[in-house]
């Protein structure tokens, strides 16, 4: 239960960030995941699990700002007459 309830507060905390705040956690994230592959090619990585738990980390950025793309009111198409 206390999983639940930690992703929660992470998802909470996503939300609470402005735009590019939200972008700066997104580019970091992809970083360190890169990092991470790097690590487990060269046999460096002590806990592969931490792989998942950044890939998780990256769909609830994107997530995120997919939502608020959408919540976006739409702006008017072509040009009135």
């Given at each position: 239960?206390?999983k ?9 905390d ?8 939200l972008k ?5 994230a992809y970083?360190r ?5 790097l ?8 806990n ?15 997530t995120?700002?997919r ?15």
């Open positions: 239960m206390a639940k309830t930690k992703t929660k507060t992470k998802i909470t996503i939300r609470k960030l402005s735009e590019a705040a700066k956690e997104l580019d970091e970083r995941l890169f990092s991470l592959h690590q487990r090619e060269t046999l460096q990585l002590a592969h699990r931490e792989i998942p738990k950044v890939r998780r980390a990256i769909a609830r950025c994107k995120v700002a939502q608020r793309t959408l919540a976006a009111p739409a702006a008017p198409k072509g040009g009135s007459a």
